[in-house]
C-alpha cells in the first residue's frame, strides 16, 4: 500500500525559506509525478508544483519565482522549498501522488506550516 | 492560472440526490478528459473520488459518478448517506502550465 507523509518545521519566520519533504513507501519516487498542494485555513486548494524525478518540473506561476521541488531516489523522497514567506503563506501543506490524467490519488495527512515572528 | 467555479453550497435529505457543477473556461476542459473530484472531511486530507471525467477508484460507492458537457463538469451523488457531507472540490488539467487547477470547493450538507 503506497503511502506518502509529509515532514519539516511547522513554524518558519517571515522571509525565510520553507522546507518541506515528503517520504513515499509502498512504491518508488521513480515510478510517479508527484505533486505539493496547500489549503490556507478556511479556503480551498492550491496547486504549487508536480516534479517527476527532478525532470518536467511544472510550477504554478503565482509561486514560480519563490518555489523549488526536487527528487531524492535514493532516499525515495520528494521536496519542496518556498523562498521569502509571509503570512500569506500560513496553511497546512500536502504532498501527494499524481496518476494519468492529473488526478491526486494519494495524499499525505499534511502539515500545518504557519509563518510568523 | 484562473480557478474552477463551483457553488459554494449544496444540500439534500438522506436517500436524495445532489449534483454539484464546477465551471471552467475552454482551455481547461476542451481538449483534455482530465477533471478529477475530491471529497474532504474537516481536518482530513482530500479524497480522489473521480477521475478522467467518470472514472471510480477502487473503493469509491457507485453512488458517486461525474460527466462532463461542454465546459462544465459535474460530481453527481445518489442516495445520499449522512457521512457524504463534506467538502468536494473539482480539479481540471490546467494546459498550458502543465499542472491541475482546483474549483473552490462545494460545501455539502446532508439535511
Known amino acids: 500500500q503506497v503511502q506518502v507523509q509529509e515532514s519539516g518545521p511547522g513554524l518558519v519566520k517571515p522571509s525565510e525559506t520553507l522546507s518541506l519533504t515528503c517520504t513515499v513507501s509502498?512504491?518508488?519516487?521513480?515510478?510517479?509525478?508527484w505533486s505539493w498542494i496547500r489549503q490556507s485555513a478556511g479556503k480551498g486548494l492550491e496547486w504549487i508544483g508536480r516534479?517527476?524525478?527532478?525532470?518536467?518540473?511544472n510550477y504554478n506561476p503565482a509561486f514560480k519565482s519563490r518555489v523549488t521541488m526536487s527528487v531524492d531516489t535514493s532516499k525515495n523522497q520528494f521536496s519542496l522549498k518556498l523562498r521569502s514567506v509571509t503570512a500569506a503563506d500560513t496553511a497546512v501543506y500536502y504532498c501527494a501522488r499524481v496518476r494519468g490524467g492529473f488526478a491526486l490519488d494519494i495524499w499525505g495527512q499534511g502539515t500545518m506550516v504557519t509563518v510568523s515572528s | 492560472q484562473s480557478a474552477l467555479t463551483q457553488p459554494p453550497s449544496a444540500s439534500a435529505s438522506p436517500g436524495q440526490s445532489v449534483t454539484i457543477s464546477c465551471t471552467g473556461t475552454?482551455?481547461?476542459?476542451?481538449?483534455?478528459?482530465?477533471v478529477s473530484w475530491y471529497q474532504q472531511h474537516p481536518g482530513k486530507a482530500p479524497k480522489l473520488m473521480i477521475y478522467?471525467?467518470?472514472k471510480r477508484p477502487s473503493g469509491v460507492p457507485d453512488r458517486f459518478s461525474g460527466s462532463k458537457s461542454g465546459n462544465t463538469a459535474s460530481l453527481t451523488v445518489s442516495g445520499l448517506q449522512p457521512e457524504d457531507e463534506a467538502d468536494y472540490y473539482c480539479?481540471?488539467?490546467?494546459?498550458?502550465?502543465?499542472?491541475?487547477?482546483f474549483g473552490g470547493g462545494t460545501r455539502l450538507t446532508v439535511l
Open positions: 509502498g512504491d518508488s519516487v521513480s515510478n510517479f509525478h
Open positions: 475552454s482551455s481547461d476542459f476542451g481538449v483534455y478528459n482530465y
Open positions: 480539479s481540471s488539467y490546467a494546459g498550458s502550465n502543465n499542472l491541475g487547477v
Open positions: 478522467e471525467v467518470t
Open positions: 516534479s517527476y524525478i527532478d525532470e518536467n518540473i
